[in-house]
């Protein structure tokens, strides 16, 4: 009898430590893929925070015509959000974050440019800048993690601003539609996270 339970328990045992590698490695994987998810949807908040600041503070507050046929095309509908895979998205999203960064470099020279007529708070602008930098970083991180393939990096060209007036309609158009990119990419952060 005494043979059968020091059987049983080094079977026991044999078994735990077989599944040992398996259990050690999945859930700390899983844990921080949630982790990167996480932050990346509060730095995405972040954004669509301080772009609604800017929008409030902006001189007009009415939808404008899409004058900047440079800026990535919002085309996802909330049926999209079901299909999402993170190896896919995660690239795109970059791409689409990169394109904004160019325009509101872009942006802020104009705005420097007309500085007397501009409405815009400079000091916003800069940390909008500063924080799609940051979030680009921290995207192209987590692609590195997961393998994801790179998309070539955008190359939008833009416009002249010839006009104070110009700029101030260009910038309305631009925190609009950043103000949907962040939106999408939030709720695509937040159904990617709830994937895994």
């Known amino acids: 009898m005494k043979l059968l339970v020091d059987t049983s328990f080094s079977l026991l045992f044999s078994l735990l430590l077989a599944q040992l590698p398996l259990l050690t490695s999945t859930a700390p994987h899983n844990h921080r893929r949630v982790y990167d998810l996480e932050k990346l949807t509060n730095q995405t908040r972040h954004l669509l925070k301080l772009t609604q600041d800017l929008l409030v503070d902006h001189v007009i507050d009415t939808e404008i015509e899409h004058r900047l046929k440079s800026l990535p095309a919002m085309t996802n509908r909330a049926s999209d959000l079901s299909s999402l895979k993170l190896k896919e998205t995660l690239p795109q999203l970059l791409v689409d974050l990169q394109s904004f960064e160019l325009h509101f470099e872009w942006l802020s020279r104009a705005s420097r440019k007309h500085r007397h007529a501009a409405s815009l708070n400079l000091a916003k602008l800069g940390d909008l800048i500063s924080l799609i930098k940051t979030f680009s970083a921290s995207l192209q991180r987590q692609m590195l993690r997961v393998d994801a393939l790179r998309l070539p990096s955008p190359t939008p060209s833009l416009p002249p601003l010839p ?28 159904t990617l996270k709830s994937k895994i």
């Open 163 to 190: 006009a104070a007036w110009d700029m101030v309609q260009s910038s309305l158009e631009l925190f609009q539609r950043f103000r949907l990119f962040c939106d999408w990419a939030t709720r695509a952060l937040l």
